[in-house]
T-cell receptor, first 117, second 118 residues
Framework: GAVVSQHPSWVICKSGTSVKIECRSLDFQATTMFWYRQFPKQSLMLMATSNEGSKATYEQGVEKDKFLINHASLTLSTLTVTSAHPEDSSFYIC?????????????FGPGTRLTVL | AQTVTQSQPEMSVQEAETVTLSCTYDTSESDYYLFWYKQPPSRQMILVIRQEAYKQQNATENRFSVNFQKAAKSFSLKISDSQLGDAAMYFCAYRSAESGGGADGLTFGKGTHLIIQP
């Protein structure tokens, strides 16, 4: 099956710094990628939809200037958490859609745990 | 907006027994997809089973089957012959099939923690 990777898997940063998380589709081209956020023992919440070569579409309540998304190629989308604060600590998961598969199935990355001190 | 409700925060079943996880959803759309995902402690999301709303036949994948009741907006997951490896969080998810433009991420329920007792 299709493989999606995320880097880093775990990052600790100081409050006020910016952190970049990468999401890569390793064996297929993903024109669409999604970013989710998961708080401990909670569900996944869709943050934004990333389309290659265009601006991301953010869900209501998600700050565009805080969570910068760039989808510069068919295999890479990045999420940058700018001026991170402790409340941004969470588990961030990306998924990539393979339009070549039935139902345009999404494949999930392994997630990135962000801890802001 | 669509909502997905999982009313069972936790379920426990004896190994080799059968367990059913409940999921209801609310939508005004007629065309959509429903999914069950498994999230083990590694937190990697794993697709368990999918259902296309326009198909009346319930989906089945080996020991996993669903009971899809479109009129009732219900989508339960039955796990037969439960195994220790089935222990995980299970999330029910909805995806629109009508947007077409790719802006159709998944809407998840809050999850059910499934415990398998040996």
């Amino acid at each position: 099956g299709a493989v999606v990777s995320q880097h880093p898997s775990w990052v600790i940063c100081k409050s006020g710094t910016s952190v970049k998380i990468e999401c890569r589709s390793l064996d297929f081209q993903a024109t669409t990628m999604f970013w989710y956020r998961q708080f401990p023992k909670q569900s996944l919440m869709l943050m934004a939809t990333s389309n290659e070569g265009s601006k991301a579409t953010y869900e209501q309540g998600v700050e565009k200037d805080k969570f910068l998304i760039n989808h510069a190629s068919l295999t890479l989308s990045t999420l940058t958490v700018t001026s991170a604060h402790p409340e941004d600590s969470s588990f961030y998961i990306c998924s990539a859609r393979d339009w070549g598969l039935p139902l345009n199935e999404q494949f999930f990355g392994p997630g990135t745990r962000l801890t802001v001190l | 907006a669509q909502t997905v409700t999982q009313s069972q925060p936790e379920m426990s079943v004896q190994e080799a027994e059968t367990v059913t996880l409940s999921c209801t959803y609310d939508t005004s759309e007629s065309d959509y997809y429903l999914f069950w995902y498994k999230q083990p402690p590694s937190r990697q999301m794993i697709l368990v089973i999918r259902q296309e709303a326009y198909k009346q036949q319930n989906a089945t994948e080996n020991r996993f089957s669903v009971n899809f009741q479109k009129a009732a907006k219900s989508f339960s997951l039955k796990i037969s012959d439960s195994q220790l490896g089935d222990a995980a969080m299970y999330f029910c998810a909805y995806r629109s099939a009508e947007s077409g433009g790719g802006a159709d991420g998944l809407t998840f329920g809050k999850g059910t923690h499934l415990i398998i007792q040996p």
